[in-house]
């Protein structure tokens, strides 16, 4: 079976919607990325990989109800789908695997 490939970003992406489940919205998305990766984070990049995601059958995603403010717009709420996590999962499982075969010599640096 064919590895399902996730880019860092999407990766993030990813992840951020598992973290805020009932309230992953583009926006609490944006944020939650930036407040934890200490990097800007734009919303329209999170929008696409949203959107990417979503094609690619990692997210689904649904109107939620209209904010209280009048007015107020609905927001689009994603989700992680069975395809997302077996991506995540298949990503940490690559991610470890790989470091585990990191000999620890590697990180004992000597002072020059």
């Known amino acids: 079976m064919e590895r399902l490939h996730l880019g860092e970003f999407e990766e993030l992406v990813l992840l ?9 919205y583009a926006v609490a998305i944006t944020k939650e990325i930036a407040e934890q990766s200490k990097r800007s984070v734009n919303v329209s990049a999170v929008h696409k990989s949203l959107y990417r995601l979503e094609e ?7 109107l939620g109800e209209a904010e209280s403010k009048r007015g107020g717009k609905r927001k689009r709420i994603f989700s992680i789908t069975p395809i997302g996590k077996k991506a995540l999962d298949e990503s940490l499982e690559l991610r470890n695997k ?10 004992k640096w000597q002072m020059v």
């Open 16 to 24: 951020t919607v598992g973290v805020l489940y009932e309230e992953a």
């Open 56 to 62: 690619k059958g990692m997210l689904k995603s649904a």
């Open 98 to 107: 790989l470091r585990s075969r990191i000999p620890e010599v590697v990180f």
